[in-house]
């Protein structure tokens, strides 16, 4: 098992951006695929963006140019760069991979 953490989440307002973090206990970035998701109150859990062990991103329609997922393998480390933020974009985010899961973060976007 892998125990993934997130950070960077909070409040911010429309058109803002916000950085996640998601820190692995151990390495599994650089030879797993691994995932954003997010939960909104009411809705089910959706893939938001993903990053393949050689690096290939795809990305939910509703993101696309403007979040990005990045990993930096030497720090056990997968990015969410979030751009031109939306109140729609308000969920709690989980990083995953593998059958691991994070505790979750809320990105709450303000109009």
């Known amino acids: 098992q892998v125990q993934l953490v997130e950070s960077g989440g909070g409040l911010v307002q429309a058109g803002g951006s916000l950085r996640l973090s998601c820190a692995a206990s151990?390495?599994?970035?650089?030879?797993?695929?691994m995932g954003w998701y997010r939960q909104a109150p009411g809705k089910h859990r959706e893939l938001v963006a993903a990053?393949?062990?050689?690096?290939?991103?795809n990305y939910a329609d509703s993101v696309k140019g403007r979040f990005t997922i990045s990993r930096d393998n030497a720090k056990n480390t997968v990015y969410l760069q979030m751009n031109s933020l939306k109140p729609e974009d308000t969920a709690v985010y989980y990083c995953?991979?593998?059958?691991?899961w994070g505790q979750g973060i809320q990105v709450t976007v303000s109009s």
């Open positions: 995953n991979v593998m059958s691991s």
């Open positions: 990053i393949t062990s050689g690096g290939t991103t």
């Open positions: 151990r390495t599994v970035f650089s030879i797993n695929a």
